[in-house]
């Protein structure tokens, strides 16, 4: 069984694509579990709408105090209730692309057997200030494991960023294997006014992330890339490319 579990809170206040961030782990996922913090906001009944079967919601109350360990702490809380033996993990501002699904499924059945391989890494394409441009600069992470095994010695690590295997000063890092699988983070998919209007809300419902995500927003050495880095597609092209990538992974009007 290969369960998916994601975590939100606010997701309509901050334009998060929870919805498509469920339904990339769905076309895969026996079950995906979404813990659901207690929102300011319709949230929950946006979750409620859609009409799988597969979908088990979570609902709590998160402790705020705790600053990146709150994060850590409910993600721990939704893969608890993962019933699979691998779980997909997919953040509410990520979108999994439909064939890397398939490929983490795939990678999933070919190392089962090996107990070595405790987790798989997927590649991002960070979008920033819109669908047509890309982060690359270093500062932006190219892979993460976004699929692990349950049931393990495994728990969320530095804000749910990532994983390691075990508590205190003999925690490690996942072995996890490469694989082609890509990952669509749009977090900061949206104009200076709309990231603006972002990291307000952001100040008021995660104060101690609020720095950290100005700091992203002011790197003067952010570096980019038209998604057909390299080539000599135009313009127009490279923008139909990428309408036809966005419409296969995020509906109209999730912006992340």
Known sequence: MLSGFTLVRNAVNLNFPIVAAMRSALAVCDEVIVNVGKSDDDTRDVLAGVADPRVRIIDSVWDMSKGDETLAAETQRAMDACRGSWGIYVQADEVLHETGARILKEKVAEWDGDARVEGLLVNYLHFYGG??????????????????????????????????????????????????????????????????????????????????????????????????????????????????????????????
């Open 131 to 256: 669908f047509d441009t890309i982060a690359t600069n270093r500062r932006w992470y190219r892979r993460e494991v976004r699929c692990i095994r349950l049931g393990r010695d495994i728990h969320p690590y530095e804000g749910a960023q990532g994983f390691r295997v075990g508590s205190g000063p003999a925690r490690r890092k996942i072995r996890a294997r490469l694989t082609d699988a890509q990952m669509f983070h749009y977090g900061w998919a949206r104009p200076a006014r709309a990231i603006n209007a972002k990291l307000q809300i952001t100040q008021h419902m995660y104060p101690w992330a609020a720095d950290r995500l100005e700091q992203v927003r002011r790197r003067e050495s952010l570096e980019w890339s038209p998604r057909a880095s390299g080539s000599r597609q135009s313009r127009s092209s490279r923008r139909a490319s990428r309408r036809r990538t966005c419409a296969t992974t995020c509906p109209t009007g999730s912006s992340g």
